[in-house]
């Protein structure tokens, strides 16, 4: 599957559009990357690797601490991995009220009102992650599994980029209880600190605000929360930047002044935290509760020079909603471009420059303060719903600054201008509407080639190939080709392909889309050799929208997949 595959991602139709900020460098973590050669992977080194339980069936019911990563550089050398575990409960158990028969995948956590996962070993919806950037080369078979380790564990996941074919590898194993999955580094540290004490206890889930002093720090940058929803720091120190504080707000809206609705209001009003995990790839800060959508959820993941919010709009029907960044007067000098506007403006305070709107891309914010690379996907059901962007930079604006400072620096971001019909399942039936913004920090003074590059790579996510090493593999030989690639591909109509089993092992095929939603199992528990189509429709018979789309096989030895692509 993609490294998108997560248990709280979701797909429809699909746009992807530059909105989101990240900054991308090759530094060292807090305590440090694993000291092996650098990466084959090395383009990607600022992307994690997302894995569900269901694809490593072979750690199934193992307590996550009991499986560990290693990778190959004439030797083995131990990475960071990290296991999130995930679970369906109710959004009023959230609240830490009465079931509301509403329910979620969600990330779990002992010290909210979600609790621990009742399944306490590695299942099929947890989550296990790595960095990109810690894959090496292959292993032969024939060398000895590194100490610490179970032996005939050993799991082979090959690692593949489809913008360049580039590669890796990394190896996961079960650990004799002398090894820890974080492998002694930290490349994310997220401080929750609750101004009211404890969350179980202190946490006012009916109303707010909820003040907090809460930041996340790496090398490459820190970012800070007062509230649930207020996002109100952001410095960048990867590659000699500045480290000045460039965020006044990250702003949600209805439309530019109305301050009906802002992340100031969804803070105020009724919410709660799903989880606030510090682990040693990545932070997690996911949280609900936005005034009338109580079941609006936005989900941060902190990585070390990658930032990524996921927020599922559940609401009442709406007239419009924005999403954007607004800077501080510390980001004067910067330039902003997106693929409408690659000349770039200068963030200087003065209306005077013109920033063509439009269903863009992507946004980049460059400067000796460091760089943003902004990318997002909008997954959504609705027909026919687009989007545009939005930008203003004055000092002196001519609309009210709902929130934050009076200035407009460098406002940017999305802004689906058009009603939105109703997406809260609590009400009856409910589009889905999912916005991503993956946020790459970058060094310094970036050219435009820097943004187009990452939203290629976001475009086109790696993925994975899951085999254990067996007897069955002599030493260097890849596994068993078992999944044939489809033809053709493209395709508008039917596609098809082979799969055979390894002797005497049923196998499942299942169709995912770019998000890792399950959108069809073409055939389960089959045997031997089979040419199996597929015609573009979901477990509903529903014809699906035209995108990437994923097709997996698993059997008790083997997973592996393939990417297709399906046109109108």
Known sequence: ????????????????????????????????????????????????????????????????????????????????????????????????????????????????????DPDDGFDDDDELVFMARDTGERAAWSAPDPAGVVPGTRIEVLISDPNTSDSGYIYLFETDGSLHPGAGLDYVTYNFVLLSGPYLTTYNTLSGPNPENSEVITPAYRTHFSDRWIRDELNIFTGGATGVEILDRHKNLFAPGNCGRSENTFSAGEGAFFANIDGPVRAIRSYIGANSGPFTQR????????????????????????????????????????DFNTAGVDIDGSPVETVTPGAINWEMVTGAQGTLVHIGVLDTDIPGLGYTSYYLDDATPPVTQCTGDDHAYGSSGLYVDQPIPNTDPGLGPAYRFVMTRTVYVEAPNQPVSTATTRHAQVALPLTTTVSPVTAAHSPGVSPPLLLGQNFPNPFSRTTRFVVTAPPGESFTVRIFDVGGKLVKTLIDKAHGQRIIGWDGRD????????????????????????KMVLVD
Request: hydrophobic share 40%; glycine share 8%; aromatic share 14%.
């Open 1 to 116: 599957m993609t490294v998108r595959q997560t248990c709280c991602r979701f797909g429809a139709s699909r746009s992807v559009f530059g909105f989101a900020v990240v900054a991308v460098t090759a530094v060292a973590i807090l305590a440090g990357w694993p000291a092996h050669a650098a990466s084959p992977l090395s383009g990607r080194d600022s992307d994690p690797v997302v894995m569900n339980g269901s694809q490593l069936p072979s750690f199934t019911g193992l307590a996550p601490e009991s499986v560990v990563g290693f990778c190959y550089h004439k030797g083995w050398t131990q990475i960071p991995i990290q296991i999130d575990e995930c679970a369906v409960n109710d959004f009023g158990v959230v609240y830490d009220s009465i079931p509301l028969g509403v329910t979620t995948l969600g990330y779990t956590d002992a010290g909210t009102f979600m609790g621990s």
């Open 539 to 562: 477990k509903n018979g529903l014809r699906v929208a035209s995108g990437i789309y994923f097709y997996q096989f698993t059997s008790k030895q083997f997973t592996q997949t393939r």
């Open 299 to 338: 989900d941060h993941f902190f990585y070390a020079d990658r930032h990524d919010v996921v927020t599922r709009l559940r609401v009442h029907a709406i007239s419009s909603v924005m999403d954007f960044y607004d800077y501080s007067p510390a980001a004067l000098g910067m330039i902003y471009y997106n």
